[in-house]
């Protein structure tokens, strides 16, 4: 995050291109061509469950990474994700089951959705600060799922039924037979991969250091002209919406919706994925997804008697041996590395 | 709305579902010396007072496999925990179908859990036998016939306290207290079930599972003038509700569901004189009523908990109910034969004569047909005499819903 | 409006085990300047330890002796064991090891004492029910124990010069150490203390609400909603901030919206507060020199 010499001028648009000062041309394109790889080939190794899996993954590692946009990067904690997560979620819901909408027509919506909410959050969080805006969000995400069952719009959710709705289908135009997982596999990773740039590109730009300096010195950034309210709101909507996307991802890939799928859990959950990934990364965003997906499983295969105690554990143990989590590591060797070099 | 598509969606899975006897060599699942069997429970989390009942199935199946097994085959049961999430649950469950590749599905735990995973097993014609909730959607042989639950349904209890309600006290004021969630909810549809257009005079109330107490619903429904009180809550507000009442001089006739009725769990606690007069409707015996002190069922029932889960509280009627469902389970696998293929499994889950057990009240028998996918319709009446549940009236086969 | 009257003792009566819990956590705020989200677990633990010992035979008071010094022992161990180790990581690290204990604690509690509803003893009672049966001798009774712990705890913090020094360690760490507290042992003294106080608030909760293992899940978010209303450096406030919590909530689900979504509105209402005094009612607004 040593940014600084890198002042864009305002009004500028950060650049769309993804090129690390430095590197030549070949390397980065061998990056982009690695990842590339490295995400299609799963669909096509993989059999069907554990692609599955990795397909639940990325989407917390998205939904992670909407947290990590106003907690890691702007620095207003955040207890209550799993809120907009549910909204997202239900959003999606809704449209595709009573209204027969496409999934794709219905990604705007749950954006749009999450976005308002969010933003709107964001007034009491300028006025709250640490542990009470902590509360703030945590009341969110008990309230959600509490309005989601209530009877005056039980009609559109179904209550604590839940509601029901399908997989989208592979187009027509797509080469060979893709499985239902593997289309699902390829639609979580495309939506989560324009996600992540995207947000990636908002970060190493104007913006980005405009939301770290306000989160390291609030003040500071007001002296230097920052307009730290404005940036508060909008990080609080822009992660809302990061992270409602997600649920709908979610939502679709599970197929069912029901108000205990997004119990507190799944906040607490976001917030442990945060910090295994690394406060302020986007790419441990992704690691803390992989992290609360697959370590429960580790932990229910060392103990079936108690593997809640066992996740508790692995997780503890975790942060001691890296406190800043999958990403502090990566900081840590590329340090290494650069010093060596 | 939701209905009308769910069956649409469904339709073409029943269309297929048709039992056809597959040769038995291939079944998934089962080799020369093994079944391998699937659940999914709350191992963790807030709902994991319910582990306990994969600890009963475990050992049940222990027993079994002590005994020589099924057929000659050793039952593998694998337990998953989901920690009462949907999502978990459907992830766990297709873990055991496509990676363990287990024969079939037993008594996993929930409603919220077994909806997300209702139509996948379906689709994939994997026997979900004998489901762990009290909901009353998993009878439903046409459009998903490979789903069938085991209890009787909260929403049956429900219609049974409603109708002696009504003749005893035509003109009641009904209240009913619930728990916020699938669970409670099917207790005010059993109440609306049976009154219909009455229905909009009956005080609902609910409650949260977080919130520490009950006593500002209780005053709410005695300052409503309620003269009948019909509970759908968990043992701990149970036993609340049976105070509080209690404190407040307040006399309803009060309704309790028999999830939250055990003589050493709620009724003790709560205070035994507290509770006289208080109604339930069951199906099992309570392993805490001195009645069942010397009960041949009962003492089968002890003696499998003294021998195979020796530190397990005998006061958790999970561990009764545990007992009836792999009592059943068990059965369904005894008749099976040598035909461990999917569609005999179903067969046979849906085709078992009135068979007794131990851990269920006298005239309460388990039985199953393909049409009938409601593995226990009975209960009985009991009430609450400050020592233990003295039935009373005939047993009552729940109506359909 | 007998009722209305019914509603408002009744929610004195939830708000009294609130405000008991609010106080632990207060308390382990001003000795670490930390919410301890495992505290409600903890105090489980330590209630469940109570009530194993009085199944043993013990007296009640040699129980509740017993188990606040085994608390008061957790809590500097947990301290030590694993708040020590992150001590130089970041915040939100520390959180997430909050998350591990609440994790930790929350599922090893019904794994050690199973799951049914138990019943733990109240040292007070009565011959018959109080105004009405509304109030029992034992909520009275526990509500004089949080106002003694209570008092306490505020004579403590402000007459010892332990408490001085366990403010200070909170309060800025590093000038505390210039001035020679030994700060890593403040720290560790102050998760005793919480912990101790959320035995006594275990043991006095129990009793109401009856003891299983998730017999405080969501008690603590009402004590934390309690403590932040009241000022989270303020232990008089945390006392009237879980009162006032629990009269709210009854008023809200009996007369304003239904019971289902009582709690949503409360938390509504809280935060509305707190929009307008963002350090509680009777917290200390801190100002910064830059």
Not at chain 1, 75 to 101: C, E, K, N, P
Request: hydrophobic share 50%; charged share 15%.
């Amino acid at each position: 995050m040593s940014a600084s010499e890198n002042v864009a001028i305002p009004g500028t648009i950060p650049q769309a291109v993804p090129v690390r000062r430095g590197m030549p041309a070949w390397q980065v394109a061998l990056v982009v061509l690695g990842g590339l790889v490295v995400a299609i080939a799963p669909a096509f190794v993989l059999e069907s469950f554990p692609l599955f899996q990795l397909t639940m993954a990325v989407i917390m590692g998205l939904a992670v990474l909407g947290l990590n946009m106003v907690t890691g990067f702007n620095g207003q904690i955040s207890l209550g994700h799993g809120a907009f997560f549910a909204l997202g979620a239900y959003a999606t819901a809704i449209l595709m089951s009573h209204l027969d909408w496409s999934f794709w027509a219905t990604l705007p919506v749950s954006a749009a959705v999450c976005g308002v909410v969010g933003y709107g959050i964001g007034f009491p969080a300028l006025r709250l600060g640490g542990l009470y805006l902590a509360l703030t969000t945590f009341s969110l995400a008990v309230a959600v799922p509490q309005i989601l069952k209530h009877k005056s719009i039980e009609d559109w959710t179904g209550g604590v039924q839940g509601l029901f709705l399908v997989k989208p289908d592979a187009p027509a135009w797509m080469p060979g037979a893709l499985t239902p997982d593997q289309w699902m596999y390829f639609v979580a990773v495309g939506v989560a991969g324009v996600c992540f740039l995207l947000c990636w590109n908002l970060i190493r730009g104007r913006i980005g250091r405009a939301l770290m300096a306000t989160r390291d010195h609030q003040t500071a950034a007001e002296a230097m002209g920052m307009d730290t309210a404005t940036l508060k709101t909008r990080a609080f909507a822009v992660s809302a919406i990061v992270t409602g996307i997600a649920g709908s991802l979610s939502a679709v890939a599970v197929e069912f919706v029901a108000p205990d799928s997004f119990s507190l859990m799944v906040s607490i959950t976001l917030f442990v994925g945060m910090v295994v990934g690394g406060v302020a990364s986007i790419l441990g965003s992704l690691f803390g997804g992989l992290f609360v997906l697959f370590v429960p499983n580790i932990a229910e295969a060392i103990s079936k008697a108690a593997p809640g105690v066992i996740y508790g554990i692995l997780l503890i143990a975790f942060l001691f041996i890296l406190p800043d989590g999958f990403a502090g590591l990566l900081r840590r060797i590329a340090g290494r590395l650069r010093g060596r070099g | 709305m939701t209905l009308h598509r769910r069956a649409l969606l469904s339709g073409g899975v029943a269309a297929l579902a048709l039992p056809n006897l597959a040769p038995a060599q291939e079944a998934p699942g089962v080799t020369a010396n093994e079944i391998r069997i699937g659940s999914t429970n709350a191992l963790s989390g807030p709902a994991s007072s319910y582990s306990v009942i994969s600890r009963c199935l475990s050992a049940m199946f222990k027993r079994v496999n002590d005994q020589g097994g099924i057929a000659g085959k050793q039952v593998n049961f694998t337990v998953y925990d989901d920690g009462y999430a949907p999502p978990r649950t459907l992830e766990q469950t297709r873990r055991l179908v496509e990676q363990d590749k287990v024969a079939f599905l037993f008594n996993q735990l929930g409603t919220p859990t077994n909806s997300a995973i209702h139509r996948y097993v379906n689709q994939r014609k994997v026997p979900h036998l004998f489901l762990a909730t009290g909901a009353d959607k998993w009878a439903q042989p046409k459009e998903y016939p490979w789903t069938i639950g085991w209890q009787p349904s909260y929403r049956t209890e429900a219609q049974i306290y409603t109708k002696y309600i009504l003749e005893q006290r035509p003109q009641a004021k009904i209240g009913v207290i619930y728990q916020n969630d699938d669970f409670g909810k099917d207790y005010v549809n059993g109440v609306k079930d049976v009154l219909g257009a009455r229905f909009d005079a009956v005080k609902l109330v609910s409650h949260e599972a977080t919130d520490a107490t009950i006593d500002s619903q209780i005053v709410t429904l005695q300052g409503s003038g309620i003269d009948a009180l019909v509970c759908g809550i968990i043992p701990r507000f149970a036993a609340q509700a049976i105070r509080k009442v209690y404190d407040i001089g307040w006399k309803p006739m009060m309704f309790m569901t028999n999830v939250s009725v055990s003589g050493s769990i709620v009724m003790q606690p709560a205070g035994a004189e507290k509770g006289i007069g208080l109604i339930t409707s069951d199906y099992r015996k309570d392993q805490s009523d001195p009645a069942w002190a010397d009960d041949p069922g009962m003492n089968e029932w002890r003696d499998f908990m003294r021998r195979y889960i020796p530190d397990g509280e005998l006061g958790d009627n999970n561990y009764t109910y545990g007992y009836g469902a792999g009592s059943t389970m068990i059965q369904v696998l005894r008749q099976c034969g040598s035909d461990f293929s999917r569609e005999n499994i179903m067969k046979q889950a849906t085709s078992i004569a009135p068979l007794e057990i131990g851990t269920l009240l006298p005239g309460v028998k388990v039985s199953t047909s393909p049409t009938n996918y409601h593995p226990i319709r009975h209960m009985q009446l009991q009430r609450w005499d400050g020592k233990s549940w003295v039935r009373f009236g005939g047993v009552i086969e729940g109506a359909n819903v | 409006m007998d009722g209305f009257a019914h509603q408002i003792i009744a929610g004195i009566a939830t708000g009294g085990i609130y405000a008991s819990v609010a106080l632990a956590l207060v308390m382990i705020y001003q000795a670490t300047h930390h919410v301890n989200f495992a505290q409600g677990e903890m105090a489980t633990l330590s209630t469940f330890i109570a009530w194993s010992m009085v199944e043993a035979g013990f007296p009640y008071w040699v129980a509740f002796a017993a188990t606040v010094m085994l608390s008061f022992l957790i809590g500097v161990l947990v301290e030590r064991l694993l708040m020590r180790p992150v001590q130089n990581a970041p915040v939100l690290t520390h959180v997430g090891v909050f998350i591990g204990l609440l994790l930790i604690v929350g599922n090893m509690t019904g794994w050690i004492f199973g799951y049914t509803t138990k019943v733990y003893p109240s040292p007070f009672t009565s011959s018959g029910p109080l105004m009405g049966g509304l109030i029992s001798a034992h909520e009275l009774g526990s509500t004089a124990v949080t106002l003694v712990v209570l008092t306490l705890v505020f004579l403590f913090f402000r007459y010892t010069s332990l408490g001085l020094a366990m403010r200070a360690a909170a309060y800025n760490p590093r000038s505390a150490r210039l001035v020679g507290i030994r700060v890593g042992w403040m720290l560790a003294l102050g998760w005793g203390l919480a912990a101790a106080i959320g035995a006594v608030a275990g043991m006095m909760v129990a009793p109401v609400v009856f003891l299983d293992p998730s017999m405080m899940t969501g008690i603590l978010l009402y004590a934390f909603a309690g403590a932040l209303i009241g000022g989270i450096d303020n232990p008089l406030g945390a006392v009237i901030g879980g009162f006032a919590v629990g009269v709210l909530e009854n008023l809200a689900g009996a007369y304003v919206v239904g019971t289902e979504l009582k709690l949503t509105v409360a938390l509504a209402i809280i935060i509305g507060v707190l929009v307008v005094r963002p350090s509680g009612l009777l917290g200390r607004v801190v100002t910064s020199r830059v």
